[in-house]
């Protein structure tokens, strides 16, 4: 190198430029040939092309052998680290810089004289078809290397200032053991029927519960932990993987995907998605399960649980299960509730559609024998309450029973075939849910044709006794629960009392056999007592998880719960959003960098970044997930155009040298990004909120931004939260308001999307939006919804003070125009030969705006005798949703058709006693698109006579 310097008739500048040139493909190249040839021929003529070429293959030869590059102004060089990331020391303020390659970094990390090391990162950007359409380069400026940590997109660095930390040899890795499992071996299928394939399930069941001896009997009880029988080679299995949003699980291979909470799922209205989540999540938990996975908390992987603490280490053979606790599909009920994120709508019909399409999904896989994962549907019933949760006394009058809090179970059950249902912590009407034999045998198993397990929620046995004070002793709470249909307990109580409660003549020992049978069953149904090498659902290779077509799912789904509240005009355009790309945009708020918070974080049960980022450090190590900041930066070009101030934390007091910063960032910004909402101080399981108030000082500060910058900046709003909240001075003070709830992994990436326009926002609110008052006027264990003022849209006055934004609100880029083309006049009789003909109605769909758009259209019914069955003491039916149309993308002026489906099933009201009531009469039918002003209405009759469809058991 030094002799082509001088022997060169280069000059001094070029051979610099060439050599630099060259330093920034090192860390990179495929082909260094091409590379070179790459550099040289668009920094160099011709005449300087060979020597640049020998020059730089000269130098690259040398760097290649111990990955030092010299750079030609400095003594410094980039040691690099292939491979690793430095998690600590992070140069305050936190330095992001966009450079294109590992090089570059260094070279950042030389010009900063604090600047010791550096983490180069790259991630795929994903387009809406699934293919990667470029990368994201980030690059961080460290004071120290420690945390050093492996990770697949990092290339990390020293620049030669201090010396590396001592890198410790990597630890060995073991082997997983293979999964252990039943009739693999000793067992004769001739002598040991459970093991005989040709034999209905039943059958087996019955013959391998009746080998079985009462220790044996109670040790397979206990959620987390059924004990192994080893004299019959049968494994311990684990009860009860969480996969609210993706499984929740330690990473194999790979990490499993995570996908948007249920509050943006239901924002979707999309059950094609929905299902197709279900069916992922139970494709990657067969994978998981066949490299012997287990859940992130091994603590609650125990042999005796004690209510909600666990301690002791998990069995061999134990780790995660098939069946998984999950779907929530509880109701959003009152806005205070710690878990409204968790429920995907205050709907009971979508609600249940969801419900049903995670069923579907999660259970039929490619193997038709054999389900491919038991999908746990939670929790049964009316629970609603955090507070004193294992001693709270859900009152539900019959009507609101059968007509809200048992409905979305209902449809799970009958159209989703549901093979798992959780009883709850709470009381209904004064019998903890647990021991209900009427709500459980009678309604759920008889009524319903519920044909799966039922397992109990964590310590939910244990409250029985201790919250309930409902039987006297653990034996007799332990007897209950099983004789009420409860087979699995998800505590400590079984374990030790039932074979105690069968000694002392408290439980039958056939009652026992019967909950012991649905368990068996249920294993049984999975394949895992047949042989695993015609079993499709057991050849599944780690592959799967967490695959490029999973990812694309995620980020789709995140994308489709975009929900744009408000879009208002501006001094400079039409519409505040979408945003121009190359302006100076400050990013301002206490949820602009969060990356908690997209993924799910601590709210999501059990979920840390373990699960979620492979080789995470720790829980809170979400190294894998973009924040909003992060995207927002990325998409808006050059890095330097997008600032950053924080203003104030979630629930924080106000800061006013915090407001003062944010402030004079706004003042030199083209536009303010704010990102508000809560987190998981201010929701989350155990805790219900007293005030729905956006939280803390964030009000303040949205006052601040807005007198600052005044109408000539646009302010746009975005919300990362859970549950409804007052957010009328966001409302006022913003230019467009974009709700993203909280959006899973690829969140921030959608939330930059739908704000630069590449994404068209099509999400509809799944609830109801209230000013702060509302919760004054209606006690948070009021469980009626039909009582004054009324609960959700089905019953409050549409016009009524304390309504912000209703149920299906939700805008776009673009404009649809909906047409009705089935001929007016609907009629419906339920007096055909099966009582429940149905009606379609057909409408047709056009984008009539300039951009690229998808549209949900709700249909709803409402009854024009406007006095409630249920009692003249009750509000009257508003309107009730009964279908919904998801229309796909459409181009400007492109058109489509679709219909909605009436069936006489879903045109019911309830009486005071829960019946499920046909009545003739005249109705309206709905066609909205969250819009009140331009909905289409058309009338509708139903003939026949009053007719009771189904009736609640008595008892409840």
Known sequence: FLVLSHVSAIGQFRLNTCAYASIGYVPRVKSRTMSIEF?????????????CILAVASFISVSAVDETVKTPSSDLSCSLDPGFDYYHGDLEPRIYLNTSDAADCCKACQEHPQCNFFSFMTTPQLRNDGTVGGQYETCWLKSTDSGRRPRENRISGSVGRVPPSPRPPPPPQPAPPGVHRACSGANDPTTYKFCNVSLSWDVRVKDLVGRLTLSEKVSVMTARHSSPVPRLNIPAYDWGVNSIHGDQVACGTHCATNFPLPVAIGASFNMTMVQALGRMMGVELRSLRLEHVCEKHLAQLSTIRTGETHSAPPLPDACIGLDTWAPN????????????WEVASEDPHLTGQIGAAYARGFQNGEDKRFLLGVLTAKHWAAYNVEADRKGFNSVVPRYDLAETYLAAFRTTVRQGNVAGIMCSYNALNGIPTCADPVLNNDLLRSAWGFDGYMTSDSGAIDGIVSGHKYAASKPKAAAQAIAAGCDIDSGSVYAGNVELAVKLGLLNESTLDAAIAHAFRTRMRLGLFDPPEDQPHEHYGPEVVGSAQHHTLSLDASRQGMTLLANKPTAR?????????????????????????????????????????????NSTDWWCIQSPLDAI?????????????RGTTVTGPLNASAVADAVAL???????????GGDWSVEHEGMDRSSIELPGAQDTLVDAIAAAVGPSTPVVSVLIHGASMDIGNVLNKSDAVLDAFYPGMFGAQAL??????????????????????????IPMTEFSMATAPGRGYRYINPTDQDILLPFGHGLSYTEFNVSCTSTPGLVLDNRGADGNASVDVAFSVQNVGEVQGGETVLAYWRPLNRTNPGGAQLLPLQRKLFDFAK???????????????LSVDNLVQFDSTGNRLSLPGDYEVILST????????????????????????HGL
């Open 39 to 51: 550099l040289c021929t668009t920094t160099m003529n011709k005449m300087t092309l060979l020597p």
């Open 930 to 953: 969250g819009n009140r002003t331009r909905e289409i209405v058309l009338p509708l009759r139903l003939d026949g006579e009053v007719r009771i469809l189904e009736s609640l058991p």
């Open 752 to 777: 930059a999307e739908t704000l630069f326009g590449e994404n068209t926002p099509g999400g509809k609110l799944p609830y109801t939006y209230y000013r702060k008052t509302y919760v004054d006027r």
């Open 887 to 901: 229309v796909a993308t459409m181009q400007p002026l492109q058109s489509t058709t679709a219909t909605v489906s």
């Open 633 to 645: 930066r990325e998409w808006n070009g050059s890095p330097e155009l997008t600032t950053f101030a």
């Open 329 to 340: 599909i509880n109701i959003n009920r009152d806005p205070r509730w710690g878990r409204n």
């Open 573 to 617: 355009k039409q519409r505040a959003l979408p945003l121009t790309k190359g302006q100076r945009v400050a990013v301002i708020g206490p949820n602009s960098d969060t990356r908690t918070l997209m993924a799910g974080g601590t709210g999501g049960g059990l979920l840390s970044a373990e699960v979620v980022c492979k080789n995470a450090s």
């Open 666 to 676: 706004a003042k030199n910004a083209d536009i303010v990004v704010l990102v508000l």
